[in-house]
């Protein structure tokens, strides 16, 4: 079992410091679930499949990530909230390099 520090700011702009696993094949999105930190149902809609733009959030660090996929920059593109450092958490897959990160859930689409 192997964790990461992960920094996640909630829609409500509160500051939470969490451990990830890197060996669970776990993404952001799912950890965001997994601690609770956004309501049931405004989080992780589609499952994962870049496909609602619920698990936006925006990258305050300057981690490297792995480049989006055309299913991730299509659904930014129609995304509201967006910003430059936007991703879906969802795509983003929780590994050792990404110790220290820092994140901000965008707000929820209505
Ligand atoms: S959970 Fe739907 S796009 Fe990430």
Same mark, same amino acid.
């Given at each position: ?53 619920? %698990? /936006? ?6 981690? #490297?990530?792995? +480049?989006?996929?055309?299913?991730? =920059? ?15 958490? %969802? /795509? ?6 990404? #110790?220290?990160? +820092?994140?901000?859930?965008?707000? =929820?689409?209505?």
């Amino acid at each position: 079992m192997s964790d990461i520090k992960i920094k996640i700011t909630d829609r409500d702009g509160v500051l939470h410091e969490v451990d990830a696993p890197t060996d669970m094949n776990m993404n952001l999105m799912e950890v965001v679930r997994t601690y609770e930190l956004a309501p049931e149902g405004t989080i992780g809609i589609c499952g994962g499949m870049a496909m609602c733009a619920s %698990c /936006q959030c925006y990258v305050k660090s300057d981690h #490297e990530l792995p +480049e989006k996929s055309d299913d991730e =920059e299509a659904m930014l593109a129609e995304a509201f909230f967006v910003e430059d450092n936007s991703r879906l958490g %969802c /795509q983003i897959h929780i590994s050792p390099e990404l #110790e220290g990160l +820092e994140v901000e859930l965008a707000p =929820e689409e209505q």
